[in-house]
């Protein structure tokens, strides 16, 4: 069988339904909900070209799950039942085009503007961002109220969430030691530094139903984090298999690890190695054409996570299955193809914000 007809395969997990493919729609940052976190017209049309385009997953840009931990301006918001209307629409409608739909859990920590968020707090006090460190109490609220918001996503009838535990937003704050300097029961060992996120897992796994699926992201560098620590959790995570997938983002699934000590093999393969039962693992970064999502596969992952490649064409997925050798557009491209893959102004924007992605309007 060709690596190709491999992506083609449908992928079942412990909970919930079976992905129709191998490919899943990383969570994207995209500006364009309304200033209250409920869901716009924008939004809506960009996640559902999306599932219509042939994602086996599709997945929300990150949203938060406390008013306080809005990381972007035009964030989703799950974290108040005015959410739930647009976020009913948004299942219901990602359902009818045949993907799997989840909703993915954020809370930005100190990574929250405080023009946004007005106090600004984390695992402990920053003096970079003014950020103060949170009572033991609030760490328990945070913690409820990622629960809570996956129950709102079941509610709204998401198949499953996504619990971002990466890229230095509240988790990855915690599971740091260098941004976690916590006395109490969630600082000080690995293993109080991850209780966090394990008593998210465990919550969300047990206030929701045995059809929902629950999934992880992580990332293993940058931001305070060190690979060793981050390899042990994602060895206990697999190993509990309370969750049903691991969405591991590794910036470049070609790279090798940046600590010294481990280079010589690829950063991914630290992870493809760890048995995992029945828990599917991802990889997210730099797949932008047919045979990179087919290498993924090949390396030892389940899916291939899908980021730039989905912004620059809606159907990635199945123009990958249609013709094996499928390659991304090559950059910059001109605002209307954009627009025409369903970007709107707001999302726009922020694209332009990234370097050689949007090509220069003649004067």
């Known amino acids: 069988m060709t690596k190709t007809n491999r992506l083609a395969e449908p ?3 412990a909970h919930g339904p079976a992905w129709k493919n191998r490919f899943m729609l990383a969570p994207l940052t995209n500006l364009q909900s309304h200033e209250d976190g409920c869901l716009s017209d924008d939004e809506f049309r960009w996640l559902t070209m999306r599932a219509e385009g042939g994602f086996g997953l599709t997945m929300t840009c990150a949203a938060h799950v406390q008013a306080g931990g809005q990381g972007f ?16 629409r948004l299942a219901a409608a990602i359902k009818t085009r045949g993907s799997v739909s989840s909703v993915q859990l954020h809370h930005a920590g100190i990574r929250s503007p405080k023009e946004l968020v007005g106090e600004v707090v984390g695992a402990s006090d920053d003096a970079d961002t003014g950020a103060r460190a949170m009572t033991t109490a609030e ?3 945070a913690r409820d109220a990622f629960i809570a918001a996956a129950k709102r996503a079941e509610k709204a ?3 499953g969430v996504e619990v971002h535990g990466a890229h230095g937003y509240l988790l990855a704050q915690f599971l740091s030691a260098e941004t976690n300097r916590r006395s109490d029961a969630y600082g000080g060992s690995l293993e109080n530094r991850a209780r966090l996120t394990f008593e998210i897992v465990d919550g969300i796994r047990a206030a929701c139903g045995p059809d929902f699926q629950l999934g992880i992201r992580l990332s293993p560098e940058r931001f305070g984090l060190k690979l060793a620590e981050v390899i042990d959790v994602a060895s206990e995570l697999l190993g509990k298999a309370k969750i049903d997938f691991l969405d591991m983002s590794l910036w470049d699934v070609n790279k090798e690890p940046a600590e010294e000590e481990f280079q010589g093999k690829p950063l991914m393969e630290y992870f493809t190695s760890l048995p995992r039962g029945q828990v599917r693992l991802g990889a997210a970064g730099k797949i932008m054409s047919g045979a990179d999502a087919a290498a993924v596969i090949d390396a030892g992952c389940d899916f291939a996570v899908i980021g730039r490649a989905a912004i620059l064409r809606h159907d990635f997925p199945n123009r990958v299955l249609a013709d094996a050798a499928y390659r991304s557009p090559a950059l910059p491209v001109t605002e209307q193809h954009l627009r025409d893959e369903g970007l709107g102004d707001a999302f726009l924007t922020y694209m332009r914000g990234w370097k050689g992605f949007v090509a220069e309007e003649a004067a």
Request: aromatic share 8%.
């Open 11 to 13: 992928l079942s997990l």
């Open 73 to 88: 301006p035009g964030q989703l918001g799950i974290w108040d039942d005015r959410h739930l209307e647009g976020l009913t």
């Open 139 to 141: 760490v328990e609220a």
């Open 157 to 159: 009838g998401f198949d």
